[in-house]
Nanobody, 119 residues
Framework: QVQLVESGGGLVQAGGSLRLSCAAS????????MGWYRQAPGKQRDLVAA???????NYAESVQGRFTISRDNAKNTVYLQMNSLKPEDTAVYYC?????????????WGQGTQVTVSS
């Protein structure tokens, strides 16, 4: 059974940094897309950053230049380095990945990790 487990959230002051990690485990044949979304209270879940196995990176405009997504394919892990955090970055952050397992490809989601940025 495939699952994604996130870690690294917490409370930080504005201007600070956090690093989120997300590890995929289970009977994994391959992973293409891995990314991070976030959802603030009362708002929809939005893309923060994404990475394909081919090296293409995408970022939300609001985090460009502050957040960096990276992957360790040997560990099936994706990271999100968040610098210069702002109160508006406060949200639950979710990891997602398109994983091939048992010859089927589907999108998986982590349980979410809370990031709170105080002003």
């Amino acid at each position: 059974q495939v699952q994604l487990v996130e870690s690294g959230g917490g409370l930080v002051q504005a201007g600070g940094s956090l690093r989120l990690s997300c590890a995929a485990s289970g009977t994994i044949e391959s992973i293409n897309y891995m990314g991070w979304y976030r959802q603030a209270p009362g708002k929809q879940r939005d893309l923060v950053a994404a990475s394909t196995s081919g090296g293409t990176l995408n970022y939300a405009e609001s985090v460009q230049g502050r957040f960096t997504i990276s992957r360790d394919n040997a560990k099936n892990t994706v990271y999100l380095q968040m610098n210069s955090l702002k109160p508006e970055d406060t949200a639950v952050y979710y990891c997602t990945a398109d994983i091939r397992a048992n010859r089927l490809i589907r999108r998986y989601w982590g349980q979410g990790t809370q990031v709170t940025v105080s002003s």
